[in-house]
């Protein structure tokens, strides 16, 4: 583990760089979760124009390869985006144009098992958000059953409803006791359910104690699972000592690690897709809208930025690669 006191001196790909699209995908979602937003189940935003973002993403592919970039992560979150229609075409499209992408999906698991077993392939990761008001436990646990063993990331990321705190940490033992394979992410929640939102205070010293100690929880049967392959999408932190660690944003923000001001970050590796469509690079507010998924013509740009903000503010944008520069300052606050 490296020492807290050793500066964070950048932010790298773990192998050769590689562009991420973020797409939330619509507002359209089964659920209504007291602690969500109708901007994200309204159903304001079908976005069903498949063939017209097939175009698009086309356009954008290509346009990355031309700047270098081989290897490709692409992540969906909604709404819920296994209800959203154009969901399969289009990963099926990535899969015909890109070699070995990964592709990663943020449900809540409220699909059948024979959904899955019919698109699973489609998917490297699958991040399961578990909402303790709407979850079919016995679905959700009946599908990561079957997902354990044939994707090499799947993630049951726990919301931690203040009032049903008991009953979440319930589900989760009975998720250590039913899976070989678990990775179970304890998510405190956010007072809106929205790109830098404030983070919900619990109040009850049990819960924030809870919280402070459990931030996940892991088991892993290696030689039971079938890994997929896809190209490598990870990042590094390098540490000023020359320590690399394999990122994870959760812990730099725990750690108070994220604040990134003057340093040069590579922002145009990155493309957030709203629910609109429209295309911004990272998701703060140093990125600039460069068009929508519905407009062929968007041009990406290729420069990186230095970063003016005095917080990075979620793991998407943590985790665009960065370098400290001899302006920027520490990376502790
Ligand atoms: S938190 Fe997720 S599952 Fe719950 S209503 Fe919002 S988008 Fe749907
Ligand atoms: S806040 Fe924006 S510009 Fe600054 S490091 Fe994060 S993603 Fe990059």
């Not at 973002?53 to 356009?59: N, P």
């Not at 346009?63 to 992560?73: P, R, W």
């Not at 994707?151 to 049951?156: Q, S």
């Not at 990042?235 to 320590?243: H, R, S, T």
Request: proline share 3%.
């Amino acid at each position: 583990m490296n020492s807290s006191e050793v500066s964070l001196v950048a932010i790298r790909p773990a192998e050769k760089k590689f562009a991420n699209i973020v797409w939330q995908v619509s507002d359209v979602c089964n659920y209504r979760c007291s602690y969500c937003n109708r901007g994200n189940w309204g159903g304001q935003q079908p976005n069903l124009d498949t063939k017209t973002y097939i175009k698009t993403l086309k356009s954008l592919l290509s346009q990355f390869k031309e700047q270098g970039y081989e290897a490709f992560k692409i992540f969906f979150s909604g709404g819920e985006p296994t209800y959203w229609k154009p969901l399969v075409e289009i990963c099926e499209f990535l899969h015909s144009v890109l070699d070995r992408p990964l592709i990663a999906i943020n449900t809540n698991m409220s699909r059948s098992l024979n959904w899955w077993e019919t698109h699973h392939h489609l998917f490297r990761d699958v991040v399961a958000s578990f909402h303790i008001e709407s979850a079919n436990q016995d679905n959700y646990l009946r599908n990561i059953k079957y997902l354990q063993c044939r994707l090499p990331y799947v993630a049951c990321r726990l919301l931690m409803h203040d009032e049903r705190f008991e009953e979440v940490v319930k589900f989760s033992e009975r998720i250590k006791v039913e899976l070989d394979n678990y990775l179970i992410e304890y998510a405190a929640l956010f007072d809106d359910l929205l790109p830098h939102s404030p983070m919900h205070i619990y109040k009850e010293k049990w819960k924030a104690d809870f919280l402070e100690t459990h931030s996940y929880e892991s088991q892993r049967n290696l030689d039971f699972c079938m890994i997929k392959d896809a190209k490598s999408a990870a990042c590094l932190e390098v540490y000023a000592d020359g320590n690399v660690e394999v990122l994870n944003a959760t812990r730099l923000i725990s750690q108070n690690r994220n604040h990134f001001k003057g340093w040069s970050c590579s922002i145009n590796d990155s493309i957030f897709i709203n629910t609109s469509g429209n295309i911004r690079l990272a998701s703060c507010n140093a990125g600039q809208i460069i068009g929508n998924i519905a407009d062929e013509n968007v041009k990406l740009l290729n420069q990186p930025v230095i970063c003016p903000l005095e917080v990075c503010g979620c793991g998407t944008d943590i985790s665009i690669p960065k370098i400290r520069t001899n302006k920027s300052g520490g990376d502790r606050a």
